[in-house]
């Protein structure tokens, strides 16, 4: 199973992204997804979350500005950003809980990260 995320870049503060994160590979069933990010010197931290129903969890920082959502036919999940500001700046990882077969365990999967800068 590979996720692939998209959609980074550099951004000025107030301005909006949407990131991508697609899943392939053997798939049986995707429980939940998420977003995660990681700035220079600092741990990594969630972002937002969906579960397989389609409920939401939000970081505190995210609340108000980031919306996820998932296409469950592309097993992907989306990011939209608005209202970037400079804190911002990280790496953004996308995870998922994946099955890859009725009687193989769930396993974690991590993305390769997606650079986000804002910036003026």
């Known amino acids: 199973v590979q996720l692939q995320a998209s959609g980074g870049g550099l951004v000025q503060p107030g301005g909006s992204l949407r990131l991508s994160c697609a899943a392939s590979g053997s798939i049986f069933s995707i429980h939940h997804m998420a977003w995660y990010r990681q700035a220079p010197g600092k741990q990594r931290e969630l972002v937002a979350f969906i579960s397989s129903g389609g409920n939401t969890t939000y970081a505190d920082s995210a609340k108000g500005r980031f919306t996820i959502s998932r296409d469950y036919a592309k097993n992907t999940v989306y990011l939209q950003m608005n209202s970037l500001k400079p804190e911002d700046t990280a790496v953004y990882y996308c995870?998922?809980?994946?099955?890859?077969?009725?009687?193989?365990?769930?396993?974690?999967?991590w993305g390769q990260g997606t650079q986000v800068t804002v910036s003026s």
């Open positions: 995870n998922a809980l994946v099955q890859s077969s009725p009687s193989t365990p769930w396993r974690n999967y």
